[in-house]
């Protein structure tokens, strides 16, 4: 596609349910990240995938968090027994080569739990 | 861990008035430094970047600026239109390739 995609675009989910986002990168972009964003403020790291590869996990603030890129290419996040403080956006984004390069940003997939 | 600040957090001002947003960062030893347009609802929308060995960047009426020693970045919008409203975000690029983000500045130009 054209740029980055990100589905859904918005989710509301009761509190203790598992949720799955979905992010569909520029076709042939080998690097892959997902941010998440508070409201008010600026994005922070998650995790990082090259290719299939999850290189770089740190950012995942719990064991609930948990995200694949099985076939190097879609990417999921999924948060296990969503709890309030994980209401936010989430932010997915890809770079053809390394971590380093420009990154593309999709519009996000805004999460509320209740 | 890298820390990244932006002053103001939230700026408004009339058309055509030109005006810089500031970028301070605690590690000097970054890689990259770019500066990205965001509006509600919407990602991120890359404005400009930096290399660590440049001084500073322009595109149209943007010039942003790198000063690595201080660790600060300038971003300046010459002949602000209402179309530039949004959050001013600023990234700084690790070496290790992590990215890390400010606050952002909300920019209102009041036509």
């Known amino acids: 596609g054209a740029g980055v995609s990100q589905s859904p675009r918005y989710k509301v989910a009761k509190r203790g349910q598992d949720v799955a986002l979905r992010c569909d990168p520029i076709s042939g972009h080998v690097s892959l990240f997902w941010y998440q964003q508070a409201l008010g403020q600026g994005p922070e790291f998650l995790t990082y995938?090259?290719?299939?590869?999850?290189?770089?996990k740190s950012g995942l603030p719990s064991d609930r968090f948990f995200a694949e890129r099985p076939e190097g290419s879609v990417s999921t996040l999924k948060i296990q027994r969503t709890q309030q403080e994980d209401s936010a956006v989430y932010l997915c984004?890809?770079?053809?080569?390394?971590?380093?390069?420009?990154?593309?940003f999709g519009p996000g997939t805004r999460l509320l739990v209740l | 861990k890298q820390e990244v600040t932006q002053i103001p957090a939230a700026l408004s001002v009339p058309e055509g008035e030109n005006l810089v947003l500031n970028c301070s960062f605690t590690?000097?030893?970054?890689?990259?430094l770019q500066w990205f347009r965001q509006d509600p609802g919407k990602g991120l929308t890359s404005l400009l970047l930096?290399?660590?060995?440049?001084r500073e960047q322009t595109s149209g009426r943007l010039n942003a600026s790198l000063d690595k020693s201080s660790g600060r970045s300038t971003l300046y919008i010459a002949a602000s239109q209402p179309g530039d409203s949004a959050t001013y975000l600023c990234?700084?690029?690790?070496?290790?390739?992590?990215?890390?983000f400010g606050t952002g500045t909300s920019l209102t130009v009041i036509p």
């Open positions: 984004a890809s770079s053809f080569g390394q971590s380093r390069e420009t990154q593309y």
């Open positions: 590690d000097s030893a970054i890689y990259n």
């Open positions: 990234a700084v690029i690790q070496f290790g390739g992590q990215f890390y």
């Open positions: 995938f090259q290719n299939e590869a999850q290189l770089d």
């Open positions: 930096i290399q660590s060995s440049q």
